[in-house]
C-alpha cells in the first residue's frame, strides 16, 4: 500500500478533562479533588464528565451519580454545560491558530492542526509545536495531549489513546460503535495492526463499509481533510516577536512591515488585495482580529498601513495587549487582478484633473462601513421610487439622461420614500390642489402644472394592481416648490383618492 | 486652486469681491420655518459649479435611515449636476460626519465637500469649523455647510447666507418655472454684508442670473396641455 499522503503532516490535541478543566480554572470547582458533571437522563442523573482525580478513583462517565456516590460518597457535582465547553474547545483551536491558519475542533474534546509546510516557514519542529501548544493550553487550564501522523484521523486516535503506532490503536479507534467492536474483539481482530494485514474485502463484507473507510484513515492511505475552524488564505505573512509587544504603538510598523513581505507576492500573481485580515495573537491565547476592506484591489503597504489606522483609530474596544502579543499574521483572503502601474500614467490621470478619491474612499469605508459611501445608478424603472439606485462608490460610471432643455426640473431634488399622506383641497375631485396640510402646516398653492400620469406597472405586476398616480409639480406663495400625486383615478378607481408629498424640488 | 467663484450677476460678485473663495467655508442656512431643500440645492449648484465637468462633488448627510428625504438621483439630474460626479455619505451622527468631513476636505481630491446638517449641531463649533477652514485653504477644496432648522452661530466661515426658495418666473399654464433663491448674505469675513437678492438657476449656461418676472396670463391657453403631452410621451 502506497501512502498517498506521506507528505501531509497533522497533530491532533485531546483534551480529555476539558469540561472539568476550565470549571477549575475558573475556580468555579476546587483543583486535585474528585467531581463529576451530570445531567438528567430519563429520570436518573447521569455523570458525563469527571474531573482527572474522579477518574483516578476509578469512576466512568456513563455511570449514574447515585451509583458513582455508592463508591465515592459525598462525590461533588456540577451541571453539565456542553455549550460552555464547545466555547472552550473554540479558544484552543483560536489559540493553535498561531501554528497554522488550518486549525479544526473534532467533537468535544479534541482539535486538529494541519501543519503541512508549516516547518519551514517558522522553524518549528513538531515537537516543539507540540510543547509549545501543551504550555499554552496550560494556561488555559487545559491538558493535552498531542500526536502527530500523515492523515487527521490517526493523529486524533494517537492523542486519544495514547499509542505511538497506528498498529498498537484497539479496534476502538475505528469508532464503529458497540457492536461492530465486540464482534471484531470476538474475531481475535484487537488492534489495528491485527486488522491491517487481513484482506479488506471479507472485513468489509462482514463489519461494514464504514470499516474500510476508517481503516483507510487510520493507515495514512486515505487523506480526509480538515475543514479549518477559518477558511486559510494562501497569501499571508507572519511576524513573530522575540519579545511579546506590551504597546499598541508599534503594531502599524508591523503590519506595514507584513504588507511589504506580502507586496511581492501579489505583484508576482498580479493582484492586489480586497480584503486584509490581521490577527494578532496574545501570549494568553487570546486573538485579536481587524479587517480591512477596499474599493480598489491594493498592494502598497503605506496605503495598507493607511487603513489599518482608521481601523485602530475606529475601534469601539481598543485593543488590549494585556501580556503581550507575541505574533501577527496577516492574510489576504480576496484578492484581484491589478497590473504593475506605470507612474507616469497614473500622474497623467491626475494632469487630466481626474483625482484619484480611491484611497479616500477606502478610509471612509473601513472606517465606517462599506456602505456608507455610494454613488448613484440609473435603473429603468417605471415608478419614480425605483428610477435610481444607491451602488458602491467603486461602481462604474453610469451616464444619465440629459433633461430637456428650456424645462423647469420635472423631478424633484429630495423624494420622500415612502411618500407622505397630505390632506389636499382641490377645487373638483380630479383637479390639481389648491391648498394643502403638511406636517399641521398650511401652504396654499400658487403655481401648479399636470397632472402627469404614472400607471401602476401592471406589466410588471400581471396579478397586482396599484392605483394610479396623478402627479402635479406646486409652488406655494412663498416660492417653495413640491411634488404631490392623488393615489388613484377618482371615480374610476377611488371614490375618495389619498394625497401624498413625494418630494421637494430645489 | 485658490481663486474665486463668480455668481454670474456682477453686482453680486462685486458685493463678494470676486465670487465665493473656491477654497474657504461657505455657509448656507435655511429659513427656520422652511422645508430647507432651497438651502440644500443652492450649496449644490454653487458646489456644481466648483467642481466643473471634472472634480467630484462629496455629500456628507444623516444616514437614509431616518424619517427625513432622500436625495434623488434624477432630480440632481434636472438641475444640471451629474449624479455621477457625486459621492453621497451617509453617516450615524454628527461626531462621525465632522470626522468624514474634514477627512474629505484634507484629501483634496474633491472640488467641493458638502455638509449637511439638520438642527442644532453643538459639534460644529467656532474650533471646529476654524479645523475645517485651515483644511479647506490647505486643500483647495470648498466646504459648504448646510444648516436646516438651524439658527446662525458664530463660525469661522467665510461667508455666511440665508437661503429660501423664492417665487419662480411663472411658465405657460402658471407653471413654476425653473428655481430662484432669495439669498440674503449675512456675513461675509473681510467685507461688506446685508446683500439680498433673488437669483434664478439657469441649467442650460449653468449660471444664475436675476429672475424676470412676466405675466403668466399673456401666455396663450392650450401651452400646458401640449407640454403635458410632450412629458409624458
Redesign the interface.
Known sequence: MNKLSSERRYMAIHLPFLPAEWRIADGVAPPESPFALIEKQRGALRIMALSPAATALGLRPGLALADARALVPELPAYPHDPEADRAVLMRAVIACERYTPMVAPDGADALVLDLTGCFQIAGWTQETIADDARSRLARLGLRGRAAHATTPDAALALARFGTRNVEDLPVAALDLGDEAHLALCRAGLRTIGALKSRPRAPLAARFGRDLSARLAGLLGEEDRRITPHRPAGTIRAEYRFAEPLMTVSPLLDVIERLAQRLEGTLAERGAGGRRFDVALFRTDGHVARLTVTCGRPLRDPQAIRGLFAERLESLADPLDPGFGYDMARMVVPLVERLESQQPDLAEEGNA??????A???D??AV??GPR???????RDEHL?EY??R?VP?ESA???????E?????????????PPRRVSVVAEVPDGPPRRFVWRGKPYRV????????IAYPWWKHPEGRGPTRDYY???D?????FWLFRHGLYGRENEHPQWYLH???? | MGGALGLGVPDVDRWLQGGLRRDGVHEFYAPPDGEGAGASAFALLVGRLICGADLPLIWLRKDRGSRRERPYAPGLAELGIDPDAVFLVGLRDLSDLLVATAESVRHGGAGAVILEIQGRARLLDLTASRRLALAAERSGTAVLLVRRSARPVASAAHTRWQVSAAPSPALPANAPGPPVFDLQLLRQRGGPEGLHVQLEWNREQAVFRTPIYGDPSAVPAGGMADRGRRRAA
Open positions: 487630466r484633473g481626474q483625482p484619484d478619491l484611497p479616500l474612499i478610509r471612509l472606517r465606517f456608507s459611501i455610494s454613488r448613484f445608478q440609473p419614480p428610477a435610481d444607491a462608490p460610471s453610469a451616464a444619465w439622461p440629459r433633461p432643455p428650456g424645462e423647469p426640473p420635472l423631478r424633484p431634488l429630495f423624494l420622500y420614500d400658487v403655481r401648479h402644472e399636470g397632472p402627469e400620469r409639480r406646486v409652488e406663495e412663498t416660492g417653495q416648490r418630494g421637494l424640488f430645489a
